[in-house]
């Protein structure tokens, strides 16, 4: 089983974009949890997290611009994004408690 990030792409600054993450060949419901992003040259962080009340919570500088959603019927997570900056320019991953990384997404915010 492994996570596979989709959805990326070049976008201009105030743009949307929509990733979705699957986890290929799993027939079990997956646990999504969050984002997590990796800008070049610096450490990965988080974008937002599922908390164990259930609520999300985002990172200071995509709040109220990103917004996580889960189909647990499609097993799918999506990371809906708008008003894009230019610092949002990274490889986007979804996080799963207990499983690897997987495969990321390139998002690039440029004009």
């Known amino acids: 089983v492994q996570l596979q990030a989709s959805g990326g792409g070049l976008v201009q600054p105030g743009g949307s974009l929509r990733l979705s993450c699957e986890a290929s060949g799993s027939v079990v419901s997956i646990n999504f949890r969050g984002w997590y992003r990796q800008a070049p040259g610096k450490e990965r962080e988080f974008v937002v997290l599922?908390?164990?009340?259930?609520?999300?919570t985002y990172g200071q500088s995509v709040k109220g611009r990103f917004t996580f959603m889960r189909d647990n019927a499609k097993n799918t997570a999506y990371l809906q994004m708008n008003s894009l900056k230019p610092e949002d320019t990274a490889v986007y991953y979804c996080y799963v408690p207990g499983m690897p990384w997987g495969q990321g997404t390139l998002v690039t915010v440029s004009s």
């Open positions: 599922i908390t164990s009340g259930g609520g999300p």
